[in-house]
């Protein structure tokens, strides 16, 4: 299942641009179906790695739900046509605005993530005649031995309620008005690319409900965040998530309960292998001790690299057999951080070629500013 770049339709279009696969954004849906077929499971795609609506209706029609971290993400997903019922809603800092708009479209759920948050939402619903339905985000500290940036459920972490905090919030969302306690919200982080972390969640998990249920209080959900890495050196060898041995981890560690809900919040593992940065050599400069391929897409169109010192895979699809050479492929945007790779080794670049900057599906397009003045890449897709 190797992506096709159709390289003569992309001569005659400006470039950068994003470029989507949709045959493998479709066998991708098609996999965490059919891997995630425990009926319990409930799928949510986590819109903040792609908003792009060609990609959003895709995932729509396939029958997912939606995460959000935003009263603007809600409003893309309804447009995107999911249904209130349907989203899930997180982030330390929701806005009176973003909480109201919430409970108009009767969202399936809000993810609490403090104390103050929690009497808001509550005031809120009780002066609009709702009731909200909610699930505290615990905060496990459990290390996903991820970038320090994309960790997020470490006990210095500012996302969530730490496990000593939570008997309080839990008693205090089982007393405020027009609330009704769900279950309980994790999401320990991104790119995890191991098994560990998830099997360390599981037991958290298992132990928590173990302690609430000899008090009396059982969760109708529990929501397992996201997180799941994908293979950015091989993108050609693993296009699709191992997405059986993600659902598997939890199926066989997780002690569910009868009737409960199991919710995930996918992103990157679900729309990242079908995107590519489209770019095109503007100039090759020899330095005194290096070569330069310097292209027309910069940190403001795929600021992932600059960002979180991420690597994605530089293919030239103009000239995949060439000789190989070394380059520091960089871009045009006035910061030394505006480097996609340093020591690459390509097949011989020249002005003109075109590269593919693969694996850009995810937290790509949709991080992409203004910077420089630069206009926002647009999009193709395979179809
Ligand atoms: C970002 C995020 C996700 C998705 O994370 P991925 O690593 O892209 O799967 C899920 N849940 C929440 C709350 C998030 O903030």
Redo the contacts with the bound molecule.
Sequence with gaps: MMTRFPIEEFSSLQTPFYFYDLKLLDRTLKEIKRTARDSRFKVHY?I??NANPGILRYIQAAGFGV?C?SGWEIETAIEAGFRGDRIVF?GVGKSDNEIRLGLEKDIECF?VESEPELRVISQIATEMGKTARIAIRVNPNIDAHTHAY?T?GLAENKFGINLEMLPGMVALACTLPNIELKGLHF?I???ITENEPFVMLCETINRLQDEYESRGITFSSINL????GIDYAHPERHPIPDFEGYFTTFHNHLHIRPDQEVHF?????VVAQCGSLITRVLYVKEGTTKKFAIVDAGMSDLIRPALYNAHHKIENITNPNGELHHYDVVGPICESSDCFGQDETLPALKRGDLLALRSAG?YGEIMASRYNCRPFPPSYFSE
């Design positions: 986590a903040k790695a995460d971290v997180a993810n994309i997020t999401h982080g991104s790119q965040g996201g997180g799941l919040e996918l992103g990157r593992s995810a």
